[in-house]
């Protein structure tokens, strides 16, 4: 048999830089699903966040493809960047990535990054023992043209909601909304709620992830636990039904305590609230949201 003879491997020109005549521009491409670990440190607490991280730039009708290498050259530096020195939160890692894309594309002129993350928080339960509690964390920074970039910090949270319209039917064929001598509400059916809370993050301003959590559990029919003893599960399903609400209930409770949060943040700051209840007597999921500036939600609109 004859030996394969093995040549010097030459550099060739990136087949990504091939120009294309009749080619369409992208409004997105990149990388999706990297996993690293980023180092947060607000005050005097270090947090090591094990983040999911998601990049795109935009490709001209010219170009046959993106370097995609780079987008992981940046997540890497970017990483390096915070496991060194720490950084203020994710959203601050989402920006500077965000600044790093657009140096290594020279072509583009949009960038995005988004990054999620799990979130432990310490929270009491209804008895009052501290539960350690899991949340989602969330950052988004998008670079479009020459305008000023723009970053966000969310959180998402599980919650529990009791039907208001279930309950008032239930009071109506009973003709009563006290059903024991303690005055108990009405029965009404429940759902395991979905909420969450998107908002920019203007320069020279701070957005506390905990503070957006205390603002979503507090919108809820109900907060929900990891642990709970038959006497906190008790207290749960009151207080849910003591609160019946709508997810459009939760998502304008939502708002409303942002704006009590955030009285001094500028008009144009933009907030996503958004709410989905897995039925439970349903076979389809109910669903709200608002996407508006604070200007917007101030005067009413």
Same mark, same amino acid.
């Given at each position: ?16 830089? +091939?120009?294309?005549?009749?080619? $369409? ?24 966040? $094990? ?9 001209? !009708?010219?170009?046959?493809? !993106? ?67 899991? $949340? ?7 670079? +479009? ?74 919108? $809820? ?9 038959? !006497? ?41 609230? +958004? ?27």
């Amino acid at each position: 048999m004859a030996a394969i003879k093995v040549m010097d491997i030459q550099a060739s020109a990136d087949v990504q830089n +091939r120009r294309l005549a009749k080619g $369409f521009m992208l409004t997105r491409v990149g990388v999706t699903g990297v996993k690293k670990p980023v180092r947060v440190v607000r005050g005097e607490t270090a947090n090591t966040l $094990f983040c999911t991280i998601d990049v795109y730039v935009d490709l001209p !009708s010219t170009q046959k493809g !993106s370097h995609l290498s780079r987008n992981l050259e940046a997540i890497n530096e970017e990483v390096e960047k915070s496991l060194r020195s720490g950084l203020p939160g994710i959203e601050v890692f989402a920006a500077g990535l965000c600044r790093s894309l657009r140096e290594k594309h020279e072509y583009s002129t949009y960038a995005e990054v988004r990054v999620t993350a799990d979130y432990f928080m310490q929270r009491p339960g209804p008895s009052g023992k501290p539960n350690l509690e899991s $949340f989602k964390i969330m950052a988004q920074a998008v670079s +479009r043209n020459t305008d000023v970039l723009k970053k966000m910090i969310g959180v998402e949270v599980i919650g529990m909601t009791a039907c208001p319209c279930a309950m008032e039917t239930v009071r109506e064929q009973y003709g009563s909304n006290v059903t024991m001598e303690d005055c108990l509400p009405m029965i009404s059916h429940n759902q395991r709620n979905v909420s969450s809370v998107m908002m920019e993050v203007p320069e020279s301003w701070d957005v506390e992830a905990n503070d957006l959590i205390e603002i979503v559990e507090a919108s $809820f029919s109900s907060p929900t636990y990891e642990v709970l003893k038959r !006497s906190d599960e008790a207290k749960v399903v009151l207080q849910a039904h003591l609160e019946p609400k709508f997810v459009e209930d939760v998502v304008r409770t939502i708002l409303g305590k942002v704006l009590e949060r955030y009285p001094d943040l500028p008009d144009e700051t933009l907030v996503t609230a +958004r709410s989905e209840s897995e039925e439970s007597i349903h076979k389809h999921n109910a669903f709200a949201e608002r996407v508006s500036t604070l200007g917007d939600i101030r005067s009413g609109a």
